[in-house]
Structure formats: structure tokens, C-alpha cells
């Protein structure tokens, strides 16, 4: 099918669409996702991160899925912010996933820049203070351009940091305070997932480059 419809080319919010179970297009039934919601919370559910409920909306009853594993919540928090607070070059274990988990360091980066990109930090940046939420977020938007270009490493160089960034660095000199930059923690994150990778050539971490540019403009595609 995909074949027979070469010829067409359609452009990233489209393909956004038809992947993401929003809408139903007939004549792509080939490509539709369907339920995608459902079928995440489902998986959420089946792990008892979520649990499902049944609430009243005007006349209809809705599924809702609240959570239920507050431990699990709160575990993804604390290593987003480990990881965006680091103030060294190696990652810091507290950020990573379990021991055994195949590409650790890779999840941590699609999982800080997922959150980034769907705006869902602010609640997770409650516990710092200002100063800390500037600098996690300039640190958000640092990695997700250092990741969505490919090779990894490719994007953004120094030079081009904003004049807010190289004032809160400036300061933190200033106040005497430890630690690297955080260009230098990114390229940090960049050589430890390098060491994940199977190869320069590895397919799959160009295809979560691809992901990740489509996150970096999500904005202007939707």
C-alpha cells in the first residue's frame, strides 16, 4: 500500500496526525494508529503506574485514569531534574533508569526532551528555585538541540548561547559556585550515548533524531 502511494507526498503534521489516533482519514487507513490513548493508558494501567475510574460528564461516564503508583511518579521527577540540575560532566546515576536497562542514558535524554516539548516541567521544576528553573529549562533546550540533529553533537555550538544564558554562567562564577557548564554536561550526555550507540552509523538513534527534531518544532507543525 505504502507503494502504491509513493508518489504522495504528505507533510509532517499529516503524518502527525494519522499517527497520532486524533483524527481518521479513509483513504489512509493503511497508516492510522488507533486508540492510541486508550492503548498507553491500558499499558499504564496493566503496570499499575495508572489505575482506571469511571466519572460522570454531563450525561456520559468517561473513563479516567488518575494515578496510582505516586512512588513511580515522583522517581521520573527526581531524575528529570537530576539530570537538568546536574552540575557536572558525568551523568549522574540518580538520572538513569535501573541498572540493566539497555540504553540508559538515551531514555533519560527522550524522556527529559518528551517533557520539554509537551510542556509538562513546570510542575516538575516546583521544588527549585528561579535561578534553577531558568537554568534547567535553558538546559532542556540546549539538549534538545544538541540531540535532534544528526549526527548527535551537530547542533547549537556555544557560540550561540543566549545573552540570559552567559549572564546566569557569568553570575555563577561570580558567587563562587561549582561545577562545569552546562555546554559542557550536554556534551557530556552526547559522548555517553555515543558509547551506547552501535556504530556511527546506528539506524535507530538517527530514527530518535528524526523523533526529536519533529518534538523541536512541534510548535510550528501543529
Known sequence: MMKGQESERMSVNSW???????????????????????????????????RTE????????????????????EGVINRVVSLLTSTTAAV????LDKEGTQC????????????????????????LTYEEREGAFQRCDEILAEFSTWPFGSGSSGSGR??????????????GSAGVSSREVVLGLVQEV???????????FELIAGVLEVLSKLDSLL
Not at 483513504?27 to 496493566?46: C, H, P, S, T, Y
Not at 550507540?197 to 535507530?204: H, I, K, V, Y
Request: glycine share 8%; proline share 2%.
Open 16 to 50: 502527525i496526525d494519522l499517527l497520532s489516533g486524533e483524527t481518521w482519514n479513509v483513504m489512509k487507513i493503511g497508516f492510522q494508529l488507533k486508540q492510541v490513548r486508550e492503548r498507553l493508558a491500558k499499558g499504564l494501567v496493566d503496570k499499575g503506574v495508572l
Open 54 to 73: 469511571k466519572r460522570n460528564f454531563l450525561l456520559f461516564d468517561m473513563a479516567t485514569h488518575p494515578v496510582a503508583d505516586v512512588r513511580t511518579k
Open 92 to 95: 549522574p546515576a540518580s538520572a
Open 104 to 127: 540508559r542514558v538515551m531514555r533519560a535524554v527522550c524522556l527529559v526532551c518528551a517533557a520539554y516539548a509537551a510542556s509538562v516541567l513546570d510542575n516538575a521544576f516546583g521544588r
Open 162 to 175: 543566549s545573552g540570559t544564558s552567559r549572564r546566569r554562567e557569568v553570575a555563577r562564577i561570580g558567587m
Open 194 to 204: 555515543k558509547k551506547e550507540m552501535q556504530g556511527e552509523e546506528d539506524l535507530c
